[in-house]
């Protein structure tokens, strides 16, 4: 019998199902506000250079009159915000008055900046402006490079010493250096500290999806799955309203980071999974957690009956096969598995490329940040709904290949629309993000499924690397945009058009159990493979002989 018999006979989709999801998504949708925290931490806000130091304001010329005499305007009228006169010109206090070819120069003193809607950023504290401008968007790189580093160690980690270990250690990273970003104050103990926040973002997602699909019965996963993109998208939500509430960029950062230390008290009550558990010979305390679930669903009879013996007649078929060790070579060392990890590491690249270079620079589309932030994240909301009932009556393959290739076109689409037409471009732009945060949540339910219990998590820590890579190629994307506009729009949804063609090739998994081992998956396929060659051998014979139908040939 499978393992998820087990968990029905204990009381299946039951109240500690629902208290552990809801424990373990609490902390994923604050997780969010750090992804798109730069968004207001380090907004840009209008400004202009210092006055030169060895001029003062003349008492009869009002600030407005001075800034207009030091700083020259740009094609639009505004004041130039990188460069300045070398000596106040005047002459251009008088109306209709213009100077040409006065010498001009850098910030040599500082900026001002306007404060009036951000009173502080990492752009106002350490002049990350004009020549220094690349340095904010190096500050997210760091963040997303750290993303991709615990993809990668948090995901082999998982397999080797389980899924709690490490995501408790990930609450109390990010508590602790969170804390530390809003309190150093220099730029390079920024950069430091985010990259240890980004670190922990991949050791809280993937083992709490981990944990929730593993601890879920098969009719429970789809719901349970999409509620972690709920949850991610309510972080989003939460991120416009305490970031419009707070505005200093310290105490904001603060903020959204102590809640990780509450996390990390409680989340040592969370039991480790018990599939990982007998996968590494530790039955003794799975079937103390297994007694926990089933006191705690109304089973307590059933899970006082449990024993070693009872619980190894459950899964000695799916378990017979596991290794001791694995390592990443086992995601391509075997035929199915290769193909799961190639479609994978497409899909996840592309999804992750055009998630992050619509998300992620807020500005650029010329509203408020703050409208901008809770359209986004209003948008997701209906479009998950779709995804979720998609899944559940369709399938997981159809959902997220037609969520992508949906997502592509849009993008393509949004080049065509006029740049002076702002609000349509930025509604456009919303729907794409909504269509790709939809298919980002199914994946992540997806892959947990397409891969064994033996290497679930460094699969798909794996998968996540390659989402880490496209997170930081979408910032040189939009660098493009320098040489034509249409390259970034081309390079965001191409790729994402592609990656759902690639779905195609995977296998469905709605109301599949989870496979537990690669020999077990391997297995699967073949039989997969043989009923469909006799099924077309039957057919092939029928057409030969007309007058025997493929059921008498099998009578």
């Known amino acids: 019998m499978a393992f998820t018999d087990l968990l029905d006979a204990l009381g299946g989709v039951g109240r500690f199902q629902l208290v552990y999801t809801a424990l373990l998504l609490l902390p994923c949708s604050l997780l969010a506000c750090h992804n798109f925290l730069q968004n207001f931490t380090a907004a840009v806000p209008r400004h202009h250079c210092q006055g030169p130091a060895n001029h003062t304001v003349v008492t009869d010329h009002g600030s407005g009159a001075w800034l207009r005499a030091t700083v020259p305007l740009d094609r639009l009228g505004a004041p130039e915000p990188c460069r300045r006169f070398t000596e106040p010109q005047w002459a251009l206090l008088s109306p209709n008055a213009s100077v040409h070819g006065a010498a001009t120069e850098g910030c040599k003193d500082g900026w001002v900046y306007d404060r009036s809607v951000f009173p502080s950023t990492i752009v106002m504290e350490w002049d990350l402006v004009c020549e220094a401008r690349t340095l904010r968007d190096l500050a997210q790189s760091i963040y997303m490079a ?159 009956r ?60 010329g509203l408020s940040v703050y409208l901008v932030q809770v359209l986004f994240g209003v948008i997701d909301v209906p479009a998950m709904l779709v995804a979720t009932t998609s899944m559940i009556y369709v399938g ?65 820590g794996f998968a996540s690397v390659n989402a880490r890579l496209g997170g930081l190629a979408a910032p040189l994307i939009t660098m493009l945009g320098g040489f034509s506009t249409v390259l970034p729009p081309v390079g965001f949804g191409a790729p994402s058009i592609l990656a759902g063609l690639a779905v195609c090739f995977l296998a469905e998994t709605r109301n599949v159990p989870l496979v537990e081992t690669i020999e077990a998956m391997e297995r699967r396929v073949k039989e997969g493979l043989s009923r469909k060659d006799a099924e077309e051998k039957r057919e092939e014979i029928s057409l030969q002989q007309p007058g025997v139908s493929p059921l008498r040939e099998t009578i």
Request: charge should be positive; charged fraction near 15%; proline fraction near 3%.
């Open 146 to 304: 750290g993303v991709l580093v615990g993809a990668a160690v948090f995901g082999s980690l998982a397999d080797r010493l389980g899924r709690k270990a490490p995501l408790v250690w990930s609450y109390l990273q990010l508590a602790v250096s969170g804390a530390a970003t809003a309190y150093f104050g220099s730029f390079g103990a920024y950069c430091v500290f985010r990259f240890l926040m980004g670190m922990t973002f991949s050791g809280i997602i993937l083992n709490s999806l981990s944990l929730v699909v593993e601890w879920m019965p098969t009719r429970g996963r789809t719901v349970a799955g999409v509620l972690l993109g709920f949850s991610f998208t309510l972080g989003q939500l939460i991120l416009a309203g305490v970031a419009y509430l707070i505005r200093p960029w310290r105490w904001l950062q603060f903020a959204v980071s102590a809640p990780f230390l509450i996390f990390f008290l409680y989340s040592w009550w969370l039991p480790e999974s018990s599939r990982w558990l007998l996968l590494h010979g530790k039955s003794q305390l799975a079937l103390q957690n297994l007694r926990k679930v089933a006191a705690m669903n109304g089973r307590e009879e059933e899970g006082e």
């Open 306 to 365: 449990l024993t070693k013996e009872v619980l190894t007649s459950y899964i000695q078929n799916e378990f017979a096969s596991v290794r001791t060790s694995s390592s990443v070579l086992d995601l391509f060392r075997t035929p199915a598995i290769r193909k799961v990890t190639c479609c994978l590491m497409v899909v996840w690249f592309s999804n992750s490329l055009a998630y992050y270079g619509l998300a992620m620079d807020l500005q650029k589309f």
């Open 396 to 460: 997981r393959r159809a959902t997220v290949a037609a969520f992508l290739i949906l997502a592509g076109l849009m993008v393509i689409a949004n080049m065509f629309v006029p740049g002076d037409m702002q609000t349509l471009r930025t509604a456009q732009a919303a729907l794409g993000k909504g269509c790709l945060a939809s298919s980002f949540i199914c994946v992540y339910l997806f892959t947990g499924e397409l891969y064994p219990t033996e290497i679930r998590q460094m699969g798909m």
